[in-house]
């Protein structure tokens, strides 16, 4: 831990002065940067455990700067819950593809909780095909 790290986060605009926290930011890679590309991608996040928790579960900037172009404005919680489930913003496309385009990011988490997936959808289209083939 030096000065220079701690005047780092400051001037991102976190003000920690628990060092229990500011260790932690160092353990997980909560570095200055770190917190200046999650508020340059559009999400204000100053919050020191939401930091943590982002670093922790593979938040990225990237992925805020995705999901904010798909249409979506996502929350800290959110954020964490899709990438806790494995709701990537490519994931994200390929469900928007199969047709599901408009749905709230709680949709989504459950989606993939549930194990809906764009091969999934694709199936059941052909299945209903199928069976709409025989009945006709």
């Given at each position: ?20 926290k ?10 200055p ?17 939401k930091?943590?928790?982002f670093?922790?579960h ?19 919680d ?38 809906v997936?764009p ?18």
């Amino acid at each position: 831990m030096t000065p220079e790290f701690i005047a780092g986060i400051r001037s991102a605009g976190v003000n920690v002065s628990d060092s229990d926290k500011l260790i932690a930011f160092r353990i997980h890679g909560v570095s200055p940067e770190f917190v200046s590309g999650i508020r340059s991608a559009g999400l204000n996040v100053l919050d020191s455990d939401k930091l943590i928790a982002f670093r922790i579960h593979g938040v990225t900037p990237e992925m805020v700067r995705s999901l904010k172009q798909a249409g979506y404005e996502p929350d800290a919680d959110k954020l964490i819950a899709m990438r806790i489930h494995g709701a990537t913003p490519e994931w994200v496309e390929q469900l928007k593809k199969q047709g599901y385009e408009h749905l709230d990011l709680d949709k989504l988490i459950a989606f993939r909780i549930h194990g809906v997936s764009p091969d999934f959808i694709g199936q059941l289209r052909s299945w209903v095909t199928l069976i709409r083939s025989r009945i006709n």
